[in-house]
């Protein structure tokens, strides 16, 4: 994992450190998939306050942390606030498809259950 140099700095892990069963662990919840699809949806990085979680601060710096951890976002200090991209290119290189069929799942899923 890249090392924090700096307090403002945050550590990542490389494309080569990225781990399936890590990634696999941070999209099955909820909230972080969640998080997930909303960046999947932008066009451009999202500061966290962008996100209307039902959850204390705490807690979802908590969930951006698992996220960062696995390699799932990118996250980088942009004057006060934190911004977040998804690692799209990363993980399409390594997990081919696996981004795309997890959101496609997740979209299937709720048309599913909105129709019950």
């Known amino acids: 994992m890249t090392a924090a140099t700096s307090t403002r700095e945050l550590a990542h892990p490389s494309r080569a450190e990225i781990r399936l069963e890590d ?3 941070a999209l099955s919840d909820p909230l972080r998939l969640g998080i997930v699809r909303q960046l999947a949806g932008s066009d451009s990085e999202l500061s966290c306050s962008c996100f209307a979680l039902p959850v204390t601060k ?3 710096t908590y969930h951006f ?3 960062r951890e696995s ?4 996250q980088v200090y942009r004057g006060t606030a934190k911004m977040n991209g998804l690692r ?3 993980l399409d290189a ?5 981004l795309d069929s997890v959101l496609g799942a997740a979209a299937g899923q709720d048309a599913r259950l909105a129709a019950v």
Do not use: I, K, M, Y
């Open 71 to 74: 390699g799932v976002v990118q």
């Open 88 to 90: 799209a290119a990363d």
């Open 58 to 60: 705490s807690t979802s």
């Open 94 to 98: 390594l997990f081919p498809g696996l």
């Open 23 to 25: 990634v696999l662990n």
């Open 65 to 67: 942390r698992v996220l």
